[in-house]
């Protein structure tokens, strides 16, 4: 099971929403608003190579 977790741009502030319906606004920490970002997991940076490989061999191809 993979766990979306969240960064704040302004401190840094790592966290794990308790709810992964409910994603807040602004960051627990140091309260700024429209600053978190999720963190990419291993399986994202995977999926973003596969993709990009895929798309090579498409254009090698033709």
Do not use: H
Not at 2 to 9: A, F, I, N, R, V
Not at 21 to 38: H, Q
């Amino acid at each position: 099971m993979e766990t979306k977790g969240y960064q704040c741009s302004n401190c840094n502030y790592r966290f794990t929403p308790k709810s992964a319906e409910k994603i807040p606004e602004t960051c627990p920490y140091c309260n700024k608003p429209e600053t978190l970002e999720r963190v990419k997991g291993a399986q994202d940076y995977l999926d973003e190579i596969s993709t990009e490989m895929q798309e090579r061999e498409k254009r090698e191809s033709v």
